[in-house]
């Protein structure tokens, strides 16, 4: 069974960086690509990107692309965003999730990222 | 980007009844529309994917349609847990997309 589980909250100041993992059990990270999406208080969902498990190339989403980093460490079996540059404006939870034949399939539990200064 | 419209913003009906969720897209999508079900507190949860495709473990209730720039997730027979934020994804074209919602209220 697939599963994903995330660290924890985060409270950042602006302008620092911040780090999230999202460890994955029940399958490799190989196997299925790994998107990440995030939603701010009262917004919608927003995807930032994803990392493709075959051939490990990475897509941005414009809006994120100068300021996000995802890696993966296969043999930890974790997946991690890194966003820098942090505003309030990034003040979200964040969540993982598999790509399963391009279906979002399992997703992580969210976790939240709070910028204040 | 591809905008994705839900409507009505918010459902109230009875258990037993037939909820019939709407996502309109601001383009031809194909068949690349997917639904997921949102909880407070829990981790989003795919019910459809490819327009009409239950995910795994997903009962027969949940029924998605549509094609082009319209689609529709139908759940009959309400129960009391249906009651959640609904949600539509497209992934035709990056950057993938998200509806703003749909709240299902069963009373």
């Known amino acids: 069974q697939v599963q994903l589980v995330q660290s924890g909250a985060e409270v950042r100041k602006p302008g620092a960086s911040v780090k999230v993992s999202c460890k994955a059990s029940g399958y490799s990270l190989t196997t299925y690509g790994m998107h990440w999406v995030r939603q701010a208080p009262g917004q919608r969902l927003e995807w930032m990107g994803w990392i493709n498990a075959g051939s490990g190339n990475i897509e941005y989403s414009q809006k994120f692309q100068d300021r996000v980093t995802m890696t993966k460490e296969t043999s930890a079996s974790t997946a991690y965003m890194e966003l820098s540059s942090l505003r309030s404006e990034d003040t979200a939870v964040y969540y993982c999730?598999?790509?399963?034949?391009?279906?979002?399939?399992?997703w992580g539990q969210g976790t939240l990222v709070s910028v204040s200064s | 980007d591809i905008v994705l419209t839900q409507s009505p913003g918010t459902l109230s009906l009875s258990p037993g009844r037939s909820a019939t969720l709407s996502c309109w897209a601001s383009q031809d999508i194909n068949n690349a529309m997917s639904w997921f079900q949102y909880k407070p507190g829990q981790a989003p949860r795919l019910l459809i994917f490819d327009v009409s495709i239950r995910a795994s473990g997903i009962p027969t209730r949940f029924s998605g349609s549509g094609s082009g720039t319209d689609f529709t997730l139908t759940i009959s027979s309400l129960e009391p847990d249906d009651s959640a934020l609904y949600f539509c994804q497209q992934r035709f074209a990056w950057p993938i997309t998200f509806g703003q919602g749909t709240r299902l209220e069963i009373k």
């Open positions: 999730a598999t790509d399963q034949a391009g279906a979002l399939g399992s």
